[in-house]
């Protein structure tokens, strides 16, 4: 698996960048569901960073069900569960994620926002 650069440049930390990229990758497709990753190490000494850097961002994307670490045998894109979401849900949900990480939101928060939004006007009428 070939990693695309990192850009210092922007705002995002590297951890972000990177577990965006994997993330997007992956439900592009262009991950499937199996690949194995590379080590945390490995994939550290590509990129020029720090190997914390890298379980970082393996540990949010296996919070996220994007990848499952199975102890020695390594971190590889998860299997897809259920029917697929379209690209649009999953382009807007990483928005959110981006959006609310950046509000500095944890997740149970953002999940409450996003219940209440799934909700709807039904939530005022009850």
Sequence with gaps: MT???LNPALPEPPFEQLRTQIAR??????LPAGTKLPTVRALAEQLGLAANTVARAYKELEADGVVVTE???GTFVAAATGAEASHDVQ???AELATAAR???LT???TQRLLDAAWAGPQSART
């Design 3 to 5: 990693v695309l650069p």
């Design 71 to 73: 102890g020695r045998r």
């Design 107 to 109: 997740l149970a928060q």
């Design 91 to 93: 382009a807007a949900a």
């Design 102 to 104: 950046r509000s500095g």
């Design 25 to 30: 990758r992956a439900a592009d497709g262009d």
